[in-house]
């Protein structure tokens, strides 16, 4: 199987300047152990970002990886990659002008079925990358990456089962977990 490069960030809670040091030798630590170091850490008390670029068979080999290096280290794991995109972050990452986004939203090009927007607003609607890079490789348009297009369903994917996991507490009495457990196994399975 081919190894291709993934590049993907993910968000974690917050830290203090102090901790920076601490924290940054035990994530590149486990890094180093597994085949070497392939992020850079960012961040502070409102939160942190960790870029990866990571050697994979695959995105769910990537970024779960990188997620449990990075719970091994001592963080909270928020998300990963961004997943709702402006049409000036289409045009970027898809190599293409503002214009050309413009008339595959109206339908007047790319033979139509944009994605609808996750986020409707009068200033600039919010489309997931997952589905708008799926929907321009289908159809040839723009230069999107392939291994851009696995890293944001997977981190799509992964983001749901994050947000799940957080609110779980809430949301669900620990009395309660194990009844809702098989339904969580069914949906992931």
Known sequence: MSVK???FVVRVEGFSDDAMDGISDRLYGLMAVQGGVDAVLSGGE???TIFFDREAEDAVVAVVSAIEQVEAAGLRVLGVSEDNVTAEDIAEQAGVTLGAVSHW???VRGGGGFPAPVIERQRGSLWSWAEVSQWLSTR????VDEAAVEVAHVAKFLNALITAHHERDQAVPAHRRADVRPFVDRLIA
């Open 5 to 7: 490069v993934y590049g």
């Open 140 to 143: 040839n348009l723009g230069k």
């Open 105 to 107: 939203v109206s339908g």
């Open 46 to 48: 409102n939160g942190g």
